[in-house]
T-cell receptor
Framework: GQQVMQIPQYQHVQEGEDFTTYCNSSTTLSNIQWYKQRPGGHPVFLIQLVKSGEVKKQKRLTFQFGEAKKNSSLHITATQTTDVGTYFCAGGAGSYQLTFGKGTKLSVIP | ETGVTQTPRHLVMGMTNKKSLKCEQHLGHNAMYWYKQSAKKPLELMFVYSLEERVENNSVPSRFSPECPNSSHLFLHLHTLQPEDSALYLC?????????????FGPGTRLTVL
């Protein structure tokens, strides 16, 4: 079955440093979504990418979808304490479901 | 503020108990989902409903029994659970089924099985 791998599992950064999490699928995806889950909270949708090589930005967050539609990344520039949480990628492959990665837990040291 | 509510928020139950989790969405969506979130594991999809019809059942043990009486409500009936079933159970909804639809999650029910 489809698998989505996400690395790293944990990342500790000093406030102001950049952060990147990577997502790799075992199969070609039709789309990829990114979610953020704050500590004690629930996943909240951030963005969806559907086109090969697509890049989208949301303020300090940059999302990329690979040319082969098998990988994606989320980059945060100049992290802030409000960025703390777990970031999940989720791949869609034309079925009913999204396949979620294990997530990257981001800690930001003030 | 989430358009998906879940009750109870916390539940402690013994292995012989029977309990139910409730989810309600106020977004007018046609698809609803149950997920299990355990430590160090990815979100595990348990059930998918489209317009009250179950469309996916990911090999979930029969001690978990879903019910979808209408497109706004989803239940998860629990009986004779095991300690390894302790987890955060998340309900989600989306406008329609399909991996291209944004999913809206509820706050979850933190379940502890003693």
């Amino acid at each position: 079955g489809q698998q989505v791998m996400q690395i790293p599992q944990y990342q500790h950064v000093q406030e102001g440093e950049d952060f990147t999490t990577y997502c790799n699928s075992s199969t070609t995806l039709s789309n990829i979504q990114w979610y953020k889950q704050r500590p004690g909270g629930h996943p909240v949708f951030l963005i969806q990418l559907v086109k090969s090589g697509e890049v989208k930005k949301q303020k300090r967050l940059t999302f990329q979808f690979g040319e082969a539609k098998k990988n994606s990344s989320l980059h945060i520039t100049a992290t802030q304490t409000t960025d703390v949480g777990t970031y999940f990628c989720a791949g869609g492959a034309g079925s009913y479901q999204l396949t979620f990665g294990k997530g990257t837990k981001l800690s930001v040291i003030p | 503020e989430t358009g998906v509510t879940q009750t109870p928020r916390h539940l402690v139950m013994g292995m012989t108990n029977k309990k139910s989790l409730k989810c309600e969405q106020h977004l007018g969506h046609n698809a609803m989902y149950w997920y299990k979130q355990s430590a160090k594991k990815p979100l595990e999809l348990m059930f998918v409903y489209s317009l009250e019809e179950r469309v996916e059942n990911n090999s979930v043990p029969s001690r978990f029994s879903p019910e979808c009486p209408n497109s706004s409500h989803l239940f998860l009936h629990l009986h004779t659970l095991q300690p390894e079933d302790s987890a955060l159970y998340l309900c989600a909804s989306s406008p329609a089924v399909g991996g291209h639809n944004e999913q809206f999650f509820g706050p979850g029910t933190r379940l502890t099985v003693l």
